[in-house]
Each structure stands twice: as structure tokens, then as C-alpha cells.
């Protein structure tokens, strides 16, 4: 703004002089090429370059000088001439309102409500998230509700034909069982087959059995011994999920089908179908089956008793907020309170290899 304030002084001293000494304007000439030969000195081996104040003074001069005689006059062209001088009024122009043109965009409330709304209700469209906006009072339009979904990485029509396997097994976890067979290795090279399974509402897990013969009518003898420690909890469950294994018989699944538990086997080669039971094997491996020699079957049912033991009554579960299986609550301690440490005690159970830590009494 003051650039351009300059500027019209400028402009209007020269005019005052044009009107005075216009029967003669070859000053105005020789004042261009003085200003030209003072900036080819200052550069002198180099490109020229005009600075601002050097525009203002030859756009100034170029109203002193007839427009025919521009080219012969000025060091550059007519048209930069022109152009420095629409600058200089763009410039005088400003207005302190940077809004954009157009239709104000959309309130960041109103995006993160719809994105809300989407995440919390994964088989609602953009529509019927555009009709839940209209019933609370809130008008847009639907394609600015497809807009903001669409940025936020979230389909605006999300599949119909139901809800995906994950949706499905969060949705039943508190009703679901599965079952699954781990293979052990001995010291002396012999193969055992273990069988667990998993409640997914709560993560506890329970041991079938342990064989290096499994057999359709042992698999069937380990579900019904399942059946009797389960006890009232059974009546909580209505899903059991296993995969295509041959030892899983029809007599197996009628065992839980007696006790109204539908079967449920996953597809070939898809773990993820099975994903808890798999990283419950993964757990076991990692804590203990890695990290121990295994001698015989009796040996193998022995120490997987015991971790079971850690694992239900003492290991923290991140599904659970870190509560054990077997735990409904969690005592809630001051920090301040923990000033002596010998207070902690550490407690080694599976032979020393995991270590349970505890308040001493």
C-alpha cells in the first residue's frame, strides 16, 4: 500500500512537470536514459534486473514520453512497461478479506460428525447418514456428505449383503468358542497333537487334550469333556468355529449342536477366520513351547496346565483392558503409594521361565 501511495506522488509530480515543460520532453527522455545507464552500472557483467523502485521510476517517466517513442526510449518493451503498471494498481487494490470466493466450506464440527456417524455405524451410506443429519437438524447436502466421506477414506456406500468377518466376530464375540490343533515336537523328535480352545468374550483358554494318536472318537471324548467343565457357561455360547481339519468329525460337531451351538468351519488356508485361536498358538509358542524341551506327552500336559493356570488367573489381556480371564475387576492403586519396592514381590511359576509379580502381604 505505501508502495503504491509513492507511486501516485510520483506520477502526479511528473504530470505537473508534463504540463510545464510540455513543448519540449526530451528531459523526460535523457532522465530515462540517465536512470538506464545508473542500473547498468550497478550490474555491470551480469543480467539486468529491475528492482521495484526502478519500475516505479520508469512507469512514472513512461508518461512523460509519447507512447510512440517507448521502444527507442525505454530499455525494455512497451508490454512490460504496461504490465509493471498494472502491478502497481493491483497492488493500490488490496483488500484485507483473504475468504474464498464462492460457498463457505464446511464446519469442521459437522465433518468430524458425519465421519463419527460412519465409523460407529459401518453399514450406514452416505444417505442415511445425510437423513440421520436432517432428523437432528442439520441440512447438507448429500453430495457434500459423499465429499467429506470420500476424503476421510471411508466408503460412502458401504456393502449390503452383510457384515464382514470381523464385524461378525466382534459383534458374537461374547458367544463364541473355538478350537484348534497345536503341534509339539519332542526332544526326541516325536510329534504330539494338542487341542485347546478359546472363549473369545473373555480369552480363557482350556486344554483338550494331549495325544501323539488323535483320532475322530478322541476329538469327540475331548468336546465332551469340554462340555462338563464349561458347566452354566454353555448356555452363554451359540457359536463354535474350527477349521477343516478330518478329525473334526459330524459326531464332534453334534456334541455342541446338542447344546445349541452352531458350527461353524472356516474356509481353506484362511487363518484369519480363525484369528484368536491362531495367536493363542502363536502365545504359547512364544512364552513357553519355544523356550522349553519337551520330553513326552505327560511332560507337555504338565507344563501346558501350568501356564494355562498363569494364563487365565494372572496374564493381562489388551481385549480385556488388561484384566485376566478370570478377573471381573482390577484394584486400582495411587502411584505415589509405590515408594518401596521390595513391597513388589516376583513370583516364578512353569519352572522359572515367566515371572508373576504381586503386593506382598
Known amino acids: ?32 536514459l540517465r536512470h538506464e545507464n545508473q542500473v547498468l552500472r550497478r550490474q555491470l557483467g551480469g543480467r539486468t534486473r529491475w528492482g521495484h523502485a526502478d519500475r516505479l521510476w520508469l512507469a512514472a517517466l513512461s508518461r512523460l514520453v509519447h507512447r510512440r517513442r517507448w521502444a527507442e526510449v525505454f530499455p525494455v518493451a512497451p508490454a512490460t512497461i504496461l504490465r509493471w503498471h498494472r502491478h502497481l494498481v493491483a497492488r493500490k487494490w488490496t483488500f484485507t478479506d483473504k475468504r474464498r470466493p464462492g460457498r463457505p466450506g464446511t464446519r469442521r464440527p459437522v465433518k468430524a460428525l458425519i465421519v463419527r456417524m460412519a465409523r460407529e455405524n459401518p453399514t450406514w451410506g452416505h444417505r442415511r447418514i445425510h437423513g440421520e443429519m436432517a432428523r437432528l437438524g442439520y441440512r447438507i ?19 449390503r449383503a452383510g457384515p464382514t468377518w470381523r464385524q461378525f466376530m466382534s459383534a458374537q464375540a461374547h458367544a463364541i468358542i ?152 482390577h484394584p486400582v492403586r495411587d502411584l505415589t503409594e509405590l515408594n518401596d519396592l521390595r513391597s513388589i514381590r516376583r513370583r516364578p511359576v512353569v519352572a522359572g521361565m515367566i515371572s508373576e509379580y504381586c503386593h506382598a502381604a
Open 1 to 32: 500500500m505505501l508502495l503504491s501511495l509513492v507511486y501516485w506522488l510520483v506520477r502526479c509530480l511528473f504530470g505537473l512537470l508534463a504540463v510545464l515543460i510540455r513543448p519540449d520532453l526530451k528531459e523526460a527522455e535523457l532522465l530515462v
Open 141 to 159: 447436502a448429500v453430495s457434500t456428505v459423499w465429499e467429506i466421506l470420500h476424503a476421510a477414506g471411508i466408503d460412502p456406500a458401504p456393502r
Open 178 to 329: 473355538a478350537c484348534d490343533f497345536l503341534v509339539v515336537e519332542t526332544v526326541l523328535l516325536k510329534r504330539l497333537y494338542v487341542l485347546i480352545f478359546i472363549e473369545h468374550g473373555i480369552r480363557r483358554v482350556h486344554l483338550g487334550g494331549v495325544t501323539a494318536h488323535p483320532t475322530g472318537a478322541w476329538a469327540v471324548q475331548q468336546a465332551r469333556n469340554l462340555m462338563m467343565n464349561l458347566g452354566e457357561r454353555i448356555a452363554g455360547l451359540r457359536f463354535l468355529i474350527h477349521d477343516r481339519d478330518p478329525l473334526f468329525t459330524s459326531a464332534f460337531r453334534e456334541v455342541f449342536t446338542a447344546e445349541g451351538l452352531q458350527a461353524i468351519t472356516s474356509l481353506p488356508r484362511t487363518p484369519r477366520m480363525n484369528a484368536i485361536c491362531e495367536r493363542v498358538i502363536g502365545t504359547l509358542r512364544r512364552e513357553l513351547l519355544d523356550r522349553i524341551l519337551i520330553l513326552s506327552g505327560r511332560h507337555l500336559a504338565l507344563v501346558l496346565r501350568e501356564y494355562l493356570i498363569h494364563y487365565n488367573r494372572h496374564r493381562p489381556h489388551q481385549s480385556r483392558q488388561q484384566r485376566p480371564p478370570d478377573s471381573a475387576t
